[in-house]
């Protein structure tokens, strides 16, 4: 694991953004696992940008969403396929069949989520995965609870997180319960990942994720398990880290550090 701490909310998009862009770089057909929330937008308008400015090109890449909520149609106004065409798809030059977002509104969730595993098998797997965290330390909408091995399924949501997405909705009873998600156990398969999380409401979530027991009661701490996850946070997500100086020094090592580090 590796934890980089930077000052603003924009030094984490950008960072995170060029950790994205060097995999495309080097990859063009590869895939990446998206996430939707407030804390990915930055890095959403970096692309966006590269893209426009620096030739960044998505005309191979594949993504796939790690999850949408039941019952709420791709044109919905708060739907997680409407927000990332609004906040990224249509910035960028990505073909309309390379992109995967849980459906919301299928008539047989079941055959839809093995269908969504089986078509991220088919497109080689995840190169890297963007997430945020959940203030109840949920990756995806993986409660806590939820198996550590768990794969794309239905997730009844938290109180916790309907309230947290209410501020998305006219009102709190329009917030759906449901949600169709990849699994821990499918996120823990990209091959990379990237948690990005920012503001004093996810300094809980990081310290249980990063420094307390791998417990299904904060689904991030799986992370710990993971080979090659970063965590991009600002000072204050940074905040209740026992080993805050440690990880900060490490990072301004880096450079001097020897290959492979
Ligand atoms: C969204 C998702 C969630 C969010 C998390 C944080 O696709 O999977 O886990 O990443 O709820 O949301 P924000 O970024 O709005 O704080």
Redesign the pocket.
């Known amino acids: 694991m590796e934890v980089m701490i930077y000052k603003t909310y924009e030094e984490i998009s950008k960072a995170s953004a060029k950790v994205v862009a060097d995999i495309i770089n080097s990859k063009p057909n590869a895939v990446i696992g998206l996430?939707?929330?407030?804390?990915?937008l930055g890095l959403y308008q970096e692309l966006i940008r590269m893209h426009k400015e620096e030739g960044l090109d998505f005309a191979h890449v594949s993504t796939f969403?790690?999850?949408e909520y039941v019952g709420l149609t791709p044109d919905h106004p708060q739907s997680?396929h409407r927000f990332m065409h609004e906040n990224l798809f249509n910035g960028l030059n990505i073909q309309p069949e390379n992109v995967h977002v849980p459906s919301g509104t299928t008539s047989n969730y079941k055959a839809f989520c093995e269908w969504y595993e089986k078509r991220i098998v088919e497109c080689g797997g995840i190169d890297i995965q963007v997430?945020?965290?959940?203030s109840d330390g949920?990756?995806?909408?993986n409660e806590p609870g939820s198996s550590l091995g768990s794969r794309t399924r239905i997730k009844t949501l938290s109180k916790e997180?309907i309230d947290?997405n209410a501020r998305f909705f006219d009102d709190r009873s329009q917030v759906p319960i449901y949600a169709i998600?990849m699994g821990v156990g499918t996120v823990l398969e990209a091959r990379k990942i990237v948690l990005l999380a920012n503001g004093a409401n996810k300094a809980k979530p990081i310290a249980d994720a990063i420094e307390k027991p791998v417990c299904c009661m904060c689904t991030a701490s799986a992370l710990q398990l993971h080979p090659d996850t970063t965590f991009y946070l600002d000072g204050e997500a940074a905040a209740d880290l026992k080993m805050k100086d440690y990880y900060e020094w490490i990072q301004a090592k880096k450079p001097g550090a020897p290959a492979g580090t």
């Open positions: 996430a939707t929330g407030s804390t990915p969403n790690l999850d997680y997430l945020g965290v959940g949920h990756i995806a909408f997180t947290d998600t």
